[in-house]
């Protein structure tokens, strides 16, 4: 990931946190309402996906040490990375 200014980086954090949440609702829906065996693969490709999304967000947090600080304080508070 290349440089970026830090409210550019707290938009890519919090919009890559955004996603994977989704993307886990996902995980949860099929698991409540798939066809078990018949819904692994889709599963599994939505995990890696949310490991994929991770990556943005930890490269973010390399680059911007102090944002992991203010993301994780917010999520705490407010059960989310933004207000």
């Known amino acids: ?3 970026m200014d830090r409210e550019a980086a707290q938009i890519v954090a919090t919009t890559a ?3 994977a949440a989704e993307l886990g609702s996902l995980v949860r829906f099929l ?3 798939g066809e078990g065996d018949k819904d692994r693969a889709a599963k599994d490709a ?3 996906a949310i490991y994929e999304v991770s990556s943005i967000y930890d490269a973010v ?3 911007y040490p102090e944002l992991r600080d203010e993301f994780e304080k917010r999520v705490r508070t407010y059960g989310r990375p933004s207000y």
């Open 31 to 33: 698991t409540e309402h």
């Open 46 to 48: 939505i995990c890696s």
């Open 61 to 63: 947090f390399r680059q």
């Open 1 to 3: 990931m290349t440089d």
């Open 17 to 19: 946190s955004r996603s």
